[in-house]
């Protein structure tokens, strides 16, 4: 398969509020996840949740994307590699795993900490509480922000002729997302 980076950039307009559970982990970059990283999560949850009273939620179906990789001491050519392993893809602010019952945060928060020490990409441990506190900063910010200059500012008006330095990207999100 191709690489198809477009499955990694931007925000996730689906999964990216808590459905199931009071707690979880939020990507905050796109990246991949493959089986490595899943089964590490994986032992975590069963070694540290005190399955009486909590349950933990995998947030995607099923590594499906292929990865190809070339033996080593190969010369150049001769086609494309086979397919070595698979991955999940995934955007930006989606939730990767929930966590919940009847449990506090305070027993909750060792065993995403542990997870998110796993995973190979920016991440942070959210509440709901935390999400509704993160979205009314982040509009408190663009409402009373005294700079005009902002990044959304100076593309859509391309100062200093910075527009034939940006992608198309830069025109979409003006620089949240990479």
């Known amino acids: 398969?191709?690489?198809?980076?477009?499955?990694?950039?931007g925000p996730e307009l689906i999964q990216n509020k808590l459905q199931y559970g009071d707690y979880g982990i939020q990507a905050v970059t796109g990246g991949r996840i493959n089986h490595k990283v899943s089964e590490a999560v994986r032992t975590i949850v069963i070694k540290q949740m005190d399955e009486k009273n909590m349950f933990a939620v995998w947030r995607f179906s099923h590594l499906w994307q292929s990865v190809t990789k070339k033996g080593q001491g190969?010369?150049?050519?001769?086609?494309?590699?086979?397919?070595?392993?698979?991955?999940?893809?995934?955007?930006?602010?989606?939730?990767?795993?929930?966590?919940?019952?009847?449990?506090?945060?305070?027993?909750?928060?060792?065993?995403?900490k542990a997870i998110q020490k796993e995973l190979p990409f920016l991440s942070r441990i959210v509440t709901h509480e935390k999400m509704a506190q993160r979205e009314e900063q982040e509009k408190f910010t663009e409402e009373n922000n005294l700079n005009i200059f902002t990044f959304k500012f100076c593309a859509q008006n391309n100062i200093l002729g910075c527009q034939k330095f940006l992608n198309r990207y830069d025109n979409m999100w003006y620089g949240k997302y990479r």
């Open 74 to 112: 190969q010369r150049m050519g001769g086609g494309k590699g086979s397919i070595d392993h698979y991955v999940f893809p995934f955007r930006a602010e989606r939730i990767i795993l929930e966590m919940g019952g009847h449990c506090e945060f305070v027993e909750v928060y060792p065993v995403l």
């Open 1 to 9: 398969m191709m690489k198809d980076v477009h499955q990694m950039r």
